[in-house]
């Protein structure tokens, strides 16, 4: 819990810091842009449910290269039985851009980096996985007028805390239309090979920017397979770029 607390006041720091990286969608991971939302989804875990308070997902661009990815969630849920609340993981996710051209039509732009998640430790009250863990990835975005493909491919371990051996697919599609609307369509295909599961999930997400520096979005999502995590979900959020 201790390691937990001072890894938020590196989040609040960099939240704090004022720096801008303007003309691309943050809900690109991918993106050099500097943002911090706000976020709140509700999960139906049929029959039970979940509530999931991002308190801050964002990027600070550290360099024109190098980007750092965070996030801060909180849970409320009634899985064991009664309604708990409490913090459920902090994940930091340095990413590093080597390479950028054109490949046809497209523009690309490479990625690599990796991902710390350090669980709250609540996982008697349903709430996280109970195990801290570690996520390298590799990823491309490929741009042509106003659509953004980015496929992205991340494994994880655990570091401590119950076994994890995940690999990750994700494809994420967003089209930008005019007046600042954007939409968002978010695949993930995590084959869970300690459990011999693929718990598969589908996100769509509509926004707008009111202002370069201001919008917010719905999200609507779905489990998908026998091994879905969840039968379906909604979510608000509000983005700050700077």
């Given at each position: 819990?201790?390691?937990?607390?001072?890894?938020?006041?590196?989040?609040?720091?960099?939240?704090?810091?004022?720096?801008?990286?303007?003309?691309?969608?943050?809900?690109?991971?991918?993106?050099?842009?500097?943002?911090?939302?706000?976020?709140?989804?509700?999960?139906?875990?049929?029959g039970l449910e979940r509530y999931d308070f991002w308190v801050a997902d964002g990027a600070y661009m550290l360099t024109p290269k190098l980007k750092l990815k965070?996030?801060?969630?909180?849970?409320?849920?009634?899985?064991?039985?009664?309604?708990?609340?409490?913090?459920?993981?902090?994940?930091?996710?340095?990413?590093?851009?080597?390479?950028?051209g054109e490949w046809g039509t497209w523009k690309y732009k490479t990625a690599v980096g990796g991902e710390l998640i350090i669980d709250a430790g609540h996982e008697e009250k349903g709430i996280g996985s109970g195990s801290d863990q570690i996520g390298p990835l590799v990823g491309v975005a490929l741009v042509r007028g106003n659509t953004v493909l980015i496929p992205l491919?991340?494994?994880?371990?655990?570091?401590?805390?119950?076994?994890?051996?995940?690999?990750?697919?994700?494809?994420?599609?967003?089209?930008?239309?005019?007046?600042?609307?954007?939409?968002?369509?978010?695949a993930k295909v995590p084959v869970d090979w300690e459990n011999d599961t693929i718990p598969a999930t589908v996100e769509v997400q509509l926004g707008k920017m009111f202002t370069p520096s201001f919008g917010t979005y719905v999200d609507g999502l779905v489990g998908v397979g026998a091994d879905r995590p969840y039968e379906w979900g909604v979510g608000v959020g509000v983005r700050f770029n700077y």
């Amino acid at each position: 819990m201790k390691r937990l607390t001072l890894l938020v006041a590196l989040v609040v720091a960099l939240v704090g810091i004022n720096r801008s990286y303007a003309g691309e969608n943050a809900s690109n991971p991918l993106a050099a842009v500097n943002n911090t939302d706000v976020r709140l989804q509700y999960f139906d875990l049929d029959g039970l449910e979940r509530y999931d308070f991002w308190v801050a997902d964002g990027a600070y661009m550290l360099t024109p290269k190098l980007k750092l990815k965070y996030e801060l969630h909180y849970w409320d849920t009634d899985v064991t039985g009664s309604s708990e609340g409490d913090w459920e993981s902090l994940h930091l996710k340095p990413i590093y851009f080597p390479t950028q051209g054109e490949w046809g039509t497209w523009k690309y732009k490479t990625a690599v980096g990796g991902e710390l998640i350090i669980d709250a430790g609540h996982e008697e009250k349903g709430i996280g996985s109970g195990s801290d863990q570690i996520g390298p990835l590799v990823g491309v975005a490929l741009v042509r007028g106003n659509t953004v493909l980015i496929p992205l491919v991340q494994q994880f371990w655990e570091i401590d805390g119950p076994d994890v051996n995940t690999t990750a697919f994700r494809l994420i599609t967003i089209q930008s239309f005019a007046n600042g609307v954007w939409g968002k369509l978010d695949a993930k295909v995590p084959v869970d090979w300690e459990n011999d599961t693929i718990p598969a999930t589908v996100e769509v997400q509509l926004g707008k920017m009111f202002t370069p520096s201001f919008g917010t979005y719905v999200d609507g999502l779905v489990g998908v397979g026998a091994d879905r995590p969840y039968e379906w979900g909604v979510g608000v959020g509000v983005r700050f770029n700077y």
